[in-house]
């Protein structure tokens, strides 16, 4: 039940219709109650006057000569008869069905039941269509020659004063209820209110703030009810500053790495067009002006992929066979090792094997596979005397649950010092004059998280030099259907 209806969810008024639903309901639960307690209370004096009356009458009956005799003074008579509102009825029978005084018409009592001497019972009856309100009881004679004699004494009253001392008691009662019912309502009306002031205290406050203020909300002036809502806002509010200070600096550093080769271009162009420039310089430009481009190129390549992986989480999911996934890398990467002089190769799981299967995004876990390949040639020097070596690896294991997948080679390895740097967008290991972006590994950081897990950095060759890298990410395999 609503009380107020609305096109919009309100607070103020779901509480109050919690509140003044039952409130209102219980309303006419009182008004039937207390009908009930004031009946039985307006009954209470009437019914003992009439047991007090049977009880009378029934010691003026007597018993003379083997008769039964019923005498009731005049007085007496003239005070039964006397109220001038209700009608007063009284009967003294036998057993026998002989009328001893009063009424013969009286409606008799239940047939059968016999009452204990003393004992008075009081019942509803009708006598001409009116409702009589009735106490009668039962005395017994023994004569002499041992016969036992019963006469059933009734005396009746219509219940008309009865009624009017209940009303009178209802409307002392329900009156002052009907009085205090308004008084009620704008007391929650008011209480409520005041309730939630607080809540648009903290909507005031959300309100003013400029755009640009992210600081957390002051969790010690809002009630403790609405306390883990502001803790869930300033958890929201955290996350939202760190996205944006990720963003702005995403951004820069991506206009930072874009300026160079871009600049690059410019300058080789220019150069292309001076005034006197061989044959010779016009190519050199012209190849200056190619690796610029493809620098350009697969650094806005990168920032898609890592963007892509950033929403990886909308993508749809399935049965991805970890080792046939890695071979296709593998193969597809094959041409620019040899151009490197680099020895690279596959060892591990066949993609028939059992255990190699993971819930997963094709797409995403290729280019994460991608990546660490990339990275690996750009940073693995290979020179006759040393050829370098990457090794792509998958080792599945049913019985403890682990499938994994390793890209070790070896270069000259990370220092201690910079293996929690190189998972940040942009940073590349100092020293090093190879080609690259610094986009690699946060995409293939973000797309192991996407997928549950993490990515491990470790020397490939512990205690040699150079030591190598081996990067080392653990899946979740598909339990066996």
Not at 55 to 64: M, P
Request: hydrophobic letters at 45%; proline letters at 7%; charged letters at 20%.
């Amino acid at each position: 039940m609503r009380l107020f209806q609305r096109g919009q969810r309100s607070l103020f008024g779901e509480i109050l219709d919690w509140m003044l639903t039952p409130f209102l309901l219980l309303v006419p639960m009182s008004i039937g109650l207390t009908w009930l307690v004031a009946q039985s209370i307006a009954a209470g004096p009437f019914d003992r006057a009439l047991e007090s009356n049977a009880l009378t009458l029934a010691r003026l009956v007597t018993l003379e000569q083997r008769n039964l005799r019923f005498h009731l003074p005049q007085p007496m008579l003239d005070m039964l008869r006397m109220d001038e509102t209700d009608h007063v009825y009284y009967q003294v029978m036998a057993a026998n069905s002989q009328l001893l005084g009063g009424q013969a018409d009286l409606p008799p009592p239940p047939a059968g039941e016999i009452l204990a001497p003393g004992e008075v019972q009081v019942r509803d009856d009708k006598i001409h269509g009116m409702r009589i309100r009735v106490a009668w009881t039962q005395v017994r004679f023994t004569t002499p020659e041992g016969a036992l004699l019963t006469v059933q004494v009734q005396v009746a009253e219509t219940r008309e004063k009865q009624q009017a001392f209940a009303t009178e008691i209802i409307k002392g009662v329900l009156l002052p209820q009907f009085a205090i019912l308004p008084l009620a309502v704008l007391l929650i009306w008011l209480a409520l209110v005041r309730g939630i002031k607080p809540l648009s205290e903290l909507e005031d406050r959300i309100r003013e703030r400029r755009p640009d203020d992210l600081s957390p909300l002051d969790e010690s002036t809002v009630p403790a009810e609405v306390t883990p809502l502001v803790m869930s806002i300033n958890s929201l509010l955290a996350k939202l500053k760190e996205s944006l200070a990720t963003q702005k600096r995403f951004l820069a550093d991506a206009a930072h790495q874009l300026k160079t080769p871009l600049a690059g271009l410019r300058m080789q162009a220019d150069l292309a067009q001076r005034e006197g420039a061989n044959a010779e310089e016009l190519k050199q430009s012209l190849k200056q002006i190619g690796r610029s481009s493809m620098r350009a190129t697969h650094t806005v390549n990168q920032l898609l992929a890592l963007a892509r992986a950033e929403g990886g989480s909308v993508l749809a999911k399935q049965p991805c066979n970890l080792a046939r996934l890695t071979i296709e890398v593998v193969r597809e990467a094959v041409p620019r090792a040899i151009d490197k002089r680099i020895d690279l190769g596959y060892d591990g799981a066949e993609p028939g094997s059992p255990g190699v299967l993971l819930d997963g995004n094709p797409t995403l876990l290729k280019e994460l596979i991608r990546n660490l390949l990339d990275n690996a040639i750009n940073y693995t020097p290979s020179w006759p005397e040393r050829p370098g070596v990457i090794t792509a690896r998958v080792t599945a294991d049913r019985a403890r649950q682990l499938l994994m997948l390793q890209i070790e080679d070896n270069g000259p390895g990370i220092p201690e010092a910079e293996r929690e740097l190189i998972f940040e967008p942009f940073y590349r290991v100092l020293g090093n004059e190879a080609d690259g972006s610094g986009l690699g590994l946060p995409i293939v950081l973000e797309i192991a998280r996407q997928h549950g897990t993490s990515v491990q950095h470790e020397d490939a060759h512990p205690g040699q030099q150079p030591p190598g890298s081996r990067f080392t990410v653990r899946f979740q395999p598909m339990a066996a259907a």
